[in-house]
């Protein structure tokens, strides 16, 4: 089990979905010690100029602090809008995203990719 990238099952899930609706992923970060954090934040700065392009944008990016409920810890929270689950799709699977991903890579111990509906 990969704790960075989607499964094809998830992903196929997720790409069924008919929803044109935007579409906001929550982000856990937990990031390698010794550096982590720098590597998966050259990661997230040449990714957003990509979000930006296609129409998304990041909502918010913030460490994490006190843990209050629950038993696992994070680093940090971000939560990324994109204009559809179409539009996801294209800017993750595009090739110039896709030769970022040793920077992601490089930087998360794991993390929890959840996406999210509008009420």
Request: no cysteine; net charge neutral.
């Amino acid at each position: 089990m990969s704790y960075l990238k989607v499964s094809g099952e998830r992903l196929a899930t997720f790409a069924a979905n008919p929803s044109g609706a935007p579409v906001v992923m929550l982000n856990l970060l937990k990031f390698k010690r010794g550096g982590g954090s720098k590597e998966y934040a050259k990661y997230a700065s040449e990714f957003e100029k990509h979000l930006n392009a296609a129409g998304g944008r990041f909502l918010y990016l913030g460490r994490a602090a006190e843990l209050l409920v629950g038993d696992e810890e994070w680093d940090a929270v971000a939560l990324v809008e994109y204009p559809s689950r179409k539009v996801f799709l294209e800017v993750t699977g595009s090739p110039e995203v896709q030769a970022l991903g040793t920077f992601r890579e490089a930087g998360l111990e794991k993390t929890v990719l959840y996406a999210t509906d509008p009420r």
